[in-house]
């Protein structure tokens, strides 16, 4: 008897292809090559020393075992007063499941969720994950296409012609990736009363430069959130999210978590306290200091004749057109890659729409970004 060595749902998983990218640039570099990275969304700071001390003094005093598998009711208790404080949101603590990181987050939400043939709605251009994860659990995504020349942002009225007896939800991301565009009070409003249920990643929250961002518990409660600490905090590697839900899904997705996950790292919760009790200064500085980078870097791509029809006011990313350049935007980026020695993320990865887009990431130091912009210059000049 034969048996298939690899099943189907691993093989038929595509890659995110910015993670190809990285890793073709850290062997680049191991080969002693210098890479700029304006690809990956990754902070470049520091995590704050508020943070580290916490995390550090949680490892003296041992707390390393195995915490509640919903996570620590301390930190679920801080994380309901932050949404309190920030949107007058009402969330108990027992509506809070912490991950190790969002895309745990993303993979217990769609498995309690969705049923085989359940669909989820979600803009083009998007994160590359959450298609991947729905098909994981046999889910289908159904695709909203979005336009350019409104910043690519979502319309209510073509959410509502994609909407069948089959949806279950609607994926929302302000301050999106890979865009920066912050979705105004009023869209989400409308798009909030339109599906069963809301998906709302808000990983993003407390990056925005101009106006506001909103969560979704401002307009309804039949929501999930999707938050972490990796983007604001600049804690990519401590791997530390958690999920918002109704009450009916908690205890589901904490069975799930204790069978796949067990719990997240107890050290790292006591870190994520501090993170909402105590970093408040270094986040304004890191803050006002992207402010500065993203005008710097879309002044630059304009002069280099790349595309920003509508300025991104939030996350890090700049979504820019270069179609005239090539119309296969992965061969590009790794030419730009290979060749100028510069990181920058294929706008197909994040969709149809986005391909002969390119998506630069201003996680970086200004030096850095202001090198990136003289190489592809370069690059272009000799194209």
């Keep these: ?41 990754e902070p470049d700071f520091d995590t704050p020393e508020s943070i580290k001390a916490a ?26 007063e932050n949404y309190g404080e920030k949107y007058g949101a009402e969330i108990s603590p027992e509506q809070v499941l912490v991950t190790s990181g969002t895309s745990p987050a993303l993979l217990l939400l769609f498995s309690a969720l969705l049923m085989p043939g359940d669909e989820v709605i979600l803009p083009n251009p998007h994160y590359p994950c959450y298609p991947n994860v729905i098909f994981f659990v046999k889910g289908k995504p159904v695709l909203v296409d979005t336009e350019e020349a409104e910043g690519f942002r979502y319309s209510p009225r073509k959410i509502q012609e994609r909407i069948t007896d089959r949806t279950k ?10 865009t920066g565009i912050v979705m105004e009070q ?44 990796s983007k604001l905090y600049a804690m990519t590697g401590w791997r530390l999210g958690y999920l ?4 009916e899904f908690i205890r589901p997705m904490q069975v799930m978590q204790q069978n796949l996950f067990i719990s997240p790292n107890s050290f790292v919760q006591w870190a994520g306290i501090a993170a909402l009790r105590e970093a408040h200064q270094e986040i304004r500085e890191m803050k006002d200091i992207y402010s500065r980078r993203r005008l710097f870097m879309l002044s630059k791509l304009r ?37 100028a020695k510069v990181g920058v993320t294929p706008g197909i990865d994040f969709g149809s729409r986005a391909e002969g887009f390119l998506r630069f990431s201003y996680a970086n130091s200004l030096g850095k970004i202001e090198e990136g912009m003289e190489r592809l210059q370069k690059y272009l000049e000799n194209r």
Aim: charged share 25%; proline share 4%; aromatic share 10%.
């Design 186 to 229: 009023e869209r989400m409003k409308q798009i909030a009363s339109l599906a069963p249920y809301i998906i709302s990643d808000e990983i993003y929250h407390g990056l925005v430069y101009e106006g506001k961002e909103h969560t979704i518990f401002e307009f309804t409660d039949r929501c999930f959130v999707i938050n972490g600490f």
């Design 1 to 41: 008897m034969k048996f298939k060595m690899i099943a189907p749902r691993a093989q038929d998983m595509k890659s995110f292809i910015v993670m190809d990218v990285l890793e073709r640039a850290q062997e680049m570099e191991r080969s002693g090559q210098n890479i700029i990275h304006l690809e990956v969304g």
């Design 244 to 247: 918002i839900a109704p009450r």
């Design 55 to 80: 995390g550090m003094r949680a490892i003296r005093e041992g707390k390393t075992h195995y915490t509640h598998s919903q996570g620590l009711l301390q930190l679920r208790e801080a994380i309901c």
């Design 303 to 339: 002069e280099l004749g790349l595309g920003v029809v509508v300025e991104p006011t939030g996350a890090f990313y700049v979504l820019a057109n270069a179609r005239h350049w090539s119309s296969n935007s992965y061969r590009f980026a790794f030419d730009i890659l290979e060749k």
């Design 169 to 178: 939800g609607i994926i929302i991301n302000s301050p999106s990736n890979p």
